[in-house]
């Protein structure tokens, strides 16, 4: 087991996600009652929706999204200027003609090069609910945007709440669209905490209000599901309103389900009875569904050897499934995020200590990434004598699919592009999810189009 930095490019091909406007738009957009305000060049939110929304598994629009989305829409004119002007045209309009009970003005890269002075122009705008965050593409990706707006909303804008909800707990870490089974994973996870008589404020999810938002300062504990991403906003949250928080990994599958439920019951003050009685009704659930496929997935021949393809938040959850769920040979894990190295080294330990078996690759190139399987999957070429490590199936997004062809490897798209895929409520958190998975890669995409 072993962790590699592949040699990276000095260009960018197939981008496995947008700057950090785009994370910052999408994280806005699906939060209930909330419309983003982009202060940015013509073009840029319009076409950022777009990206998100196919590659989210079409993700679509919604409420002020897409060509819908307010705008400044600077031209040449504002950039010599300067577009503090444009930018309170579109701020009271905005407010004039859309309702919602937050507005969030998100920055582009032109109108920060020419030094906007965005704050001040929403400060003239007191008590109006109306923010400002800073997510210029130098900033960083969309992961960054996702932890920016979230620090605006939750640090900055929500005041401090005196007493604490001791059965509320808040839910951060997977990245709208970007995490392409973000909603069907929350309502998963939310079901699971509920069951454990808790609730949970997943944000982005279509049973929430605005009043979960406003609720967020009263939680008792906050859940991270990632190593990496979300970290920093949760350590200056605790800072500000005394919320301790937890990461760990999403949990896909019976097994890891089961870990899940017992380390919050222990974090939340849950009696272990209750907590048994929900496993191991989850797992009679589970199971009683898994074991109508287990002759099919035996006698057929279904064993694989496993290339993952992912972010850095599934990375993890998706090898344990196929090793410890499926019994595969998973060989090799690809995170396709641009994490740092301190980034990488916090996913590196967790992914150590999870005692997976397979190598951790850190890469964002597609053609590397093929070049890699390509060279750790040889194909024969009429040698007499050919030890072949197949079947192969890549679990990886839409980006994998000719790799999988030309391979003549099965293929699932599990990750950000998730183009070609509709993904509305389905999600692979949980016993449900680990269900779904199951499903999927027996009766989805796994055929090989050779």
Request: aromatic content about 10%; proline content about 5%.
């Amino acid at each position: 087991m072993a962790t590699q930095i592949i040699h990276k490019k000095s260009f960018i091909e197939n981008p496995r996600s947008s700057c950090a406007l785009g994370g910052a738009l999408i994280t806005i957009g699906m939060m209930p009652d909330v419309i983003p305000i982009v202060h940015a060049s013509l073009g840029c939110a319009g076409n950022l929706s777009g990206a998100i929304s196919m590659g989210g598994g079409s993700l679509g629009s919604g409420y002020c999204g897409g060509a819908s989305i307010p705008t400044s829409g600077i031209t040449e004119t504002e950039i010599v200027f300067g577009g503090a002007d444009r930018l309170r045209e579109q701020i009271s309009s905005t407010l004039e003609l859309l309702d919602a009970k937050l507005f969030v003005v998100a920055t582009g890269c032109m109108t920060e090069m020419i030094g906007d002075d965005v704050q001040g122009v929403v400060n003239e705008f007191d008590g109006e609910p109306v923010i400002a965050v800073s997510t210029p593409s130098f900033k960083g990706d969309s992961y960054t945007g996702y932890e920016i707006v979230l620090d605006g909303i939750f640090n900055r804008y929500l005041p401090k709440i005196p007493l604490k909800d001791e059965k509320l707990v808040n839910l951060f870490g997977l990245v709208p669209a970007y995490d392409p089974f973000f909603r069907g994973d929350l309502e998963e996870l939310a079901r699971l905490i509920e069951r454990l008589g808790l609730r949970a404020n997943t944000f982005f999810t279509p049973d929430q209000t605005f009043e979960n938002i406003l609720s967020a300062p009263a939680a008792s504990l906050n859940i991270v599901f990632s190593h990496v991403w979300g970290v920093p906003f949760v350590e200056r949250f605790e800072s500000k309103h005394r919320t301790p928080y937890w990461t760990t990994d999403l949990p896909i599958g019976a097994e890891a389900s089961d870990r899940f439920l017992i380390e919050l019951g222990k974090l939340m003050g849950v009696s272990e009875a209750l907590v048994q009685s929900v496993i191991e009704s989850e797992n009679n659930y589970y199971y009683r569904y898994f074991e109508r496929a287990a002759d099919m997935f035996s006698n057929a021949g279904y064993k694989f050897y496993a290339e993952t393809v992912t972010n850095s938040n599934y990375a993890i959850p998706i090898t344990s499934y196929i090793e410890r769920e499926l019994g595969w040979v998973a060989r090799e894990a690809f995170v396709t995020d641009q994490a740092l190295p301190a980034q990488q080294r916090l996913l590196r330990d967790a992914f150590n200590a999870s005692g997976l078996s397979s190598e951790l690759i850190f890469e964002t190139d597609t053609t590397q990434i093929a070049k890699e399987i390509t060279n750790r999957h040889p194909q024969s070429h009429g040698e007499r004598f050919f030890a072949a490590e197949k079947p192969v199936f890549i679990l990886g997004s839409a980006l994998e699919r000719e790799t999988a062809v030309k391979r003549g490897a099965f293929h699932l798209t599990i990750s950000y592009p998730a183009a070609g895929r509709l993904i509305l409520n389905r999600g692979y958190a949980g016993y449900k999810g680990g269900l779904n998975l199951f499903e999927d890669i027996l009766g989805g995409e796994r055929v090989p189009n050779v």
